[in-house]
Structures are given as C-alpha cells and as structure tokens.
C-alpha cells in the first residue's frame, strides 16, 4: 500500500520561505520519479516540481527560479524547498509519482499572507 505523508507547511510571509518534506512507504522509491502538487482554493491540482530517480528536475513557470525539490533515496524522501513566497502560492502541497498513485497525501497547506 502507497503512504505518502506531507508536512512542513504553515503560515508565511510574502518573500518568506517554507521548507516541505513528504515521507514515503510502499514504493520502490529509488527508481520512482517523484512530484510535487498543489491546489488552491476552487482550482485543480497542478504538478509545480518533478525529480527524476537520477535527480533531474523540472518545474513550473510559475516556481521556477524560487522552489527547489530534492530527493533523498536512503530516507524514501522528496523534499520542496520555496523560496521568495508570493501570495499565490497559497495551496494545500501534495507529493505524489511523477505518475500519480492512486493514493494521495492527506498534503500540507501553505498560506502566504501578510
């Protein structure tokens, strides 16, 4: 069975910065391309970060530059640094494959307000 649990969000500051971590169990996660999603309020969820298993990323316009995802095969883990918080970004942040399992995160939600 896929677990994946998010954690690491929390209130923020614009400019401010939040470092989120997602702990799996159930997959072969050495050589599982891994994502980062996000939904906001009355929006679908969208894919912002991707990490292959050799550590080749990939990142939506609209991150690029500011989040960061990291992965670390001996602890099962992908991680999402964001930097540079805009309001927008304001979400509830899932991890899941590059191909999502049919199982979600309970996700971790990121509030950027002043």
């Known amino acids: 069975q896929v677990q994946l649990v998010e954690s690491g969000g929390g209130l923020v500051q614009p400019g401010g910065s939040l470092r989120l971590s997602c702990a799996t169990s159930?997959?072969?996660?050495?050589?599982?391309?891994m994502g980062w999603y996000r939904q906001a309020p009355g929006k679908e969820r969208e894919l912002v970060a991707t990490?292959?298993?050799?550590?080749?990323?990939n990142y939506a316009d609209s991150v690029k530059g500011r989040f960061t995802i990291s992965r670390d095969n001996a602890k099962k883990s992908v991680d999402l640094q964001m930097n540079s918080l805009k309001f927008e970004d304001t979400a509830v942040y899932y991890c899941?494959?590059?191909?999502?399992?049919?199982?979600w995160g309970q996700g971790t939600q990121v509030t950027v307000s002043s």
């Open positions: 990490i292959t298993s050799r550590g080749i990323t």
């Open positions: 899941n494959g590059n191909t999502p399992y049919s199982d």
């Open positions: 159930g997959i072969i996660f050495s050589i599982s391309a």
